[in-house]
C-alpha cells in the first residue's frame, strides 16, 4: 500500500510560479515511478511529469514551464511550475506506477486526493 498527499495549490496570477508538493509513504516506495498530472472540469486526466526514484530519471509534458525533482531522504517528489496560465487551472494529482507507461494515468496503482490549482487571468 502505497499513500500519497499533495500541498502547495492555490490561487496565483497568470505569470506566476507555484510549487506542489507530493509526500510519499508506505511499502516499496522506491519500485513505484511518481508521476503528477491535472484534471480540469470534464476533462480527463493528462499527464505532467514524472519521476523515478533511482536514478531520477524524468519525462515531461511540457520541460519548458514544469520541473520535476524528488528528495530521497524525506520521500517528497516536487512539480515546480512556472509562468502559469490560465489554460494551467485544474486539480493536480500524484500517483505511484509500478509498471507501465508513466505518461499513461490508467496504469498508476495509487493516487492522492489532489490539490487545486486556479490561475486568474
Known amino acids: 500500500q502505497v499513500q500519497l498527499v499533495e500541498s502547495g495549490g492555490g490561487l496565483v496570477q497568470a505569470g506566476d510560479s507555484l510549487r506542489l508538493s507530493c509526500k510519499v509513504s508506505g511499502r516499496s516506495i522506491r519500485t513505484y515511478v511518481i508521476g503528477w498530472f491535472r484534471q480540469a472540469p470534464g476533462q480527463e486526466r493528462m499527464f505532467a511529469a514524472a519521476v523515478t526514484w533511482s536514478g531520477g530519471t524524468t519525462w515531461y509534458s511540457d520541460s519548458d514551464r514544469f520541473t520535476i525533482s524528488r528528495d530521497n531522504a524525506i520521500n517528497t517528489v516536487w512539480l515546480q511550475m512556472n509562468s502559469l496560465k490560465p489554460e494551467d487551472t485544474a486539480v493536480y494529482y500524484c500517483?505511484?506506477?509500478?509498471?507501465?507507461?508513466?505518461?499513461?494515468?490508467?496504469?498508476?496503482?495509487?493516487w492522492g486526493q489532489g490539490t487545486q490549482v486556479t490561475v486568474s487571468s
Open positions: 500517483g505511484a506506477l509500478l509498471k507501465g507507461v508513466a505518461s499513461d494515468p490508467s496504469g498508476y496503482d495509487y
